[in-house]
Antibody
Framework: EVHLAESGGGLVQPGGSVRLSCAVS????????MHWVRQAPGKGPVWVSR????????SYADSVRGRFTISRDNAKNMMYLQMDSLSAEDTATYYCTRGLMLDYFDYWGRGSLVAVSS | EVVLTQSPATLSLSPGERATLSCRAS??????IAWYQQRPGQAPRLLIY???DRVSGVPARFSGSGSGTDFTLTISSLEPEDFGVYYCQQRGVWPFTFGGGTKVEIK
C-alpha cells in the first residue's frame, strides 16, 4: 500500500526557516517524480515544487524560487523541502505528493501545517 | 500562467441528482486536466486525469470530458460520500495550476 507521511511543520517566526520531511513506502520511490503542494486555510491547492527520480532535476513556483529547496534521499525513501525566509504568505498545509504521468498528483500525504507568525 | 476558472462556486443538490461541474482555462491546455475531490480535513483525491481517464477504484458515476479550454466533471447520481469540494488542475502549461474549486453541498 502506498503511504506518504509529512513531518516537520509547526509555528515559525517571519524570516525563519523550517525543513519538511516526507517518508514514503509501498512503491518504487526512485522512479517517480515527487512534488510539494500547499494549501492555505480555506483556499485551493497551489503547486510548490517538484523533483525527478534521481534528484537531478528540480522546479519551483515563482513565489518560492530562491527561498525553498527540494531534495530527496532514495536510499531512505525520503523527500525534503527546506523553506527559508518565510513570510505570512507561506502559511499553509504542505502536502507531499507522488507524480502521475509526471505532473498529476495521484497519492497525497495527510499534510503538515506550517504557520508563519510572530 | 494558466488561470482555471471553476463554476459554479457552490452546487446545492440532493442525493441521486446529477452534478455538472465546469472548469475553463485561460488558454488551451489540450486534454491535460485532472479533477480532485477534497472532503473536509482530508487531502485532495485524484479522480480523473487527462480530461477523461478515471483513476482505478473511482466509481463509474464520475466522468470527465472536454478539450482545449472547456472541461466538465459529471457525477451521474450523487451519493452521500460525494459531497465536498472539487478542484481541476492543469499540467499542459508550466507552472501547474489549480482552479478555485466547486463546493458540492447537500440541498
Amino acid at each position: 500500500e502506498v503511504h506518504l507521511a509529512e513531518s516537520g511543520g509547526g509555528l515559525v517566526q517571519p524570516g525563519g526557516s523550517v525543513r519538511l520531511s516526507c517518508a514514503v513506502s509501498g512503491f518504487n520511490f526512485r522512479i517517480y517524480w515527487m512534488h510539494w503542494v500547499r494549501q492555505a486555510p480555506g483556499k485551493g491547492p497551489v503547486w510548490v515544487s517538484r523533483i525527478n527520480g534521481d534528484g537531478s532535476s528540480t522546479s519551483y513556483a515563482d513565489s518560492v524560487r530562491g527561498r525553498f529547496t527540494i531534495s530527496r534521499d532514495n536510499a531512505k525513501n525520503m523527500m525534503y523541502l527546506q523553506m527559508d525566509s518565510l513570510s505570512a504568505e507561506d502559511t499553509a498545509t504542505y502536502y507531499c505528493t507522488r507524480g502521475l504521468m509526471l505532473d498529476y498528483f495521484d497519492y497525497w500525504g495527510r499534510g503538515s501545517l506550517v504557520a508563519v507568525s510572530s | 500562467e494558466v488561470v482555471l476558472t471553476q463554476s459554479p462556486a457552490t452546487l446545492s443538490l440532493s442525493p441521486g441528482e446529477r452534478a455538472t461541474l465546469s472548469c475553463r482555462a485561460s488558454q488551451t491546455i489540450r486534454t491535460y486536466i485532472a479533477w480532485y475531490q477534497q472532503r473536509p480535513g482530508q487531502a485532495p483525491r485524484l479522480l480523473i486525469y487527462d480530461a477523461s481517464d478515471r483513476v482505478s477504484g473511482v466509481p463509474a458515476r464520475f466522468s470527465g470530458s472536454g478539450s482545449g479550454t472547456d472541461f466538465t466533471l459529471t457525477i451521474s447520481s450523487l451519493e452521500p460520500e460525494d459531497f465536498g469540494v472539487y478542484y481541476c488542475q492543469q499540467r499542459g502549461v508550466w507552472p501547474f495550476t489549480f482552479g478555485g474549486g466547486t463546493k458540492v453541498e447537500i440541498k
